[in-house]
């Protein structure tokens, strides 16, 4: 069993900047990646960036890459979103989900066994 608790999401003023973080607490050994997904009222599940556990390896959805940049600290078993340059349209529930095992869909929240309860981002004009 793993458990993930997101934290760090607020309001912020368009162009500004967040930090989100994401502990990972129980099995964190099983772990093989981690990855951050968003969901604005009405709109889909949508990926937005993946980190490998072990190797570090990172992966973005091409709307934020060059503006979010994923990391870890293994040894807090936690991961961290950095959003920098926010825009109106980035609004959104963000929420942290652990895979445990391989596979080449990163993209698909099924692919996610574990998720956290989210935490909102608010960008204002």
């Known amino acids: 069993q793993v458990q993930l608790v997101e934290s760090g999401g607020g309001l912020v003023q368009d162009g500004g900047s967040l930090r989100l973080s994401c502990a990972a607490s129980?099995?964190?050994?099983?772990?093989?990646?981690m990855a951050w997904f968003r969901q604005a009222p009405g709109k889909e599940r949508e990926f937005v960036a993946l980190i490998g556990w072990s190797a570090g390896n990172t992966y973005y959805s091409d709307s934020m890459k060059g503006r979010f940049a994923i990391s870890r600290d293994n040894a807090k078993n936690t991961i961290y979103l950095q959003m920098n340059s926010l825009k109106p349209e980035d609004t959104a529930v963000y929420y942290c989900?652990?895979?445990?095992?391989?596979?080449?869909?990163?993209?698909?929240?099924?692919?996610?066994?574990?998720w956290g309860q989210g935490t909102q981002v608010t960008v204002s004009s």
């Open positions: 989900a652990a895979a445990m095992r391989s596979t080449s869909a990163w993209y698909d929240s099924a692919s996610y066994r574990y």
């Open positions: 129980g099995r964190t050994f099983s772990i093989y990646a």
